[in-house]
Nanobody
Framework: QVQLVESGGGLVQAGGSLRLSCIAS????????MGWYRQAPGKQREFVAR???????NYAEFVKGRFTISRDNAKNTVYLQMNSLKPEDTAVYYC???????WGQGTQVTVSS
């Protein structure tokens, strides 16, 4: 059974930073591409970043240069370092394992202006 548990969200002022974590279980973490998505109120869930087992990263244009995705396979954990946060980054952030349907509960990020 796939489980994804996100943490690290919170309230931060514009320009601040947060580091999100997602602990995964129920599958072989090291061989799967992991991604981060977000959903703002009244909007559809959108792609933020992804990281392949080989280390290739992809980012949405609106986070390039500000967010960094990384992983620790020994800890079955994927991270999202978010810098220079903007009010429009306010959303619930979710991690996702490619090729699985499961989602975690998400972690709320709120950026005040």
């Amino acid at each position: 059974q796939v489980q994804l548990v996100e943490s690290g969200g919170g309230l931060v002022q514009a320009g601040g930073s947060l580091r999100l974590s997602c602990i995964a279980s129920g599958f072989i973490f090291s061989v799967h591409t992991m991604g981060w998505y977000r959903q703002a109120p009244g909007k559809q869930r959108e792609f933020v970043a992804r990281l392949t087992p080989g280390g290739t990263t992809n980012y949405a244009e609106f986070v390039k240069g500000r967010f960094t995705i990384s992983r620790d396979n020994a800890k079955n954990t994927v991270y999202l370092q978010m810098n220079s946060l903007k009010p429009e980054d306010t959303a619930v952030y979710y991690c996702h394992a490619e090729h699985f349907y499961d989602w975690g509960q998400g972690t709320q990020v709120t950026v005040s202006s």
